[in-house]
């Protein structure tokens, strides 16, 4: 989505905080990289998260009843949590219909065809848009019941504000009775969270970096990977990760689709992502104040992480 991305890094790059909106890490490169990172020992997250869908998907599926399901899933990934909900409902013989949502392309194709050699008879429609303007194109069918998945710490990418706002937003696109199962990450302690998201691997960096690289494929852009470093820091005050771009020199970066020259100062920070870590009252108070009830909040062994089942009950 070129057009978007432009939108997006020139309104980024100009703020006196600059910034790129962490959507953009999802080209078909950067998807790759993050699904490397999820099997990381020290990205936790994932391995908890499987846990929790593993040990709890009958519960789940018994909380969906017996109607049709329409399972969607905003930003798959590989598939491989959707694979285990969907083990789990078609062998309590319910009849699913599989819709992932994502704005990589190449991720979306390869996912579908990986469930497809799964499950033969599993229909699958795959949308490939952003969460919202896909969610717009879910066709929600008589008589079933539409369950989104928003796995992972997805949610915890947005502002609190934005959190809201884009939850309420998904809730006003869904019928009474329908389900959102969000993943969450816990608070926990500091030296956990910073292995986690500067690994020694340097995935994450990788993945920071490529930022850099889609710009200039994208957008012909001029940034040099070596001017930059990949920085994690935790901001106590907001309880959440924060990731960016360190400038290492002062320079100029000619983007040209953008006609416009970009000058950082060395030391410069962009601020490309945040990963925002939640207490079960914080889930409670979020899913109160963007319409939800909370039917059922499922948690690994460690405490590490939350699944929490919301219903709209409207």
Known sequence: MPNLLAQNIKKGLCKPQKMIPSSSFYDDIGSALFNQITTLPEYYLTACEMEILESHAQDISRQMGEAPIQLVELGPGDGSKGNILISQLLKDRKKVTYIPIDISEASLLSTAENLRSCFSDLMIQPIHADYINGLNQVKEGGGGRTVVLFLGSSIGNFSAEDGRHFLSELR??????????????????????????????????????????????????????EKFNHVAVYNETQNQMESYLECTEDHHVDIAALDHVVSFKKGEL???????????????????????????????????????????QE
């Open 270 to 312: 962009i601020f490309t992502e945040r990963s925002r870590k939640y207490s079960l009252s914080d889930i409670e108070t979020l899913s109160i104040e963007t319409g939800f009830h909370i039917q059922e909040n499922y948690s690994d062994k460690k405490g590490y992480f939350v699944d929490s089942l919301f219903v709209n």
């Open 172 to 225: 006003s696109r869904l019928k009474p009775n329908a389900f959102l199962l969000c993943g969450f990450d816990l608070k926990k302690d500091k030296e956990i969270l910073m292995n986690a998201y500067s690994d020694k691997a340097g995935l994450t960096r990788d993945f920071n970096m490529n930022l850099l690289t889609r710009i200039n494929r994208e957008l012909g852009g001029t940034f040099y990977h």
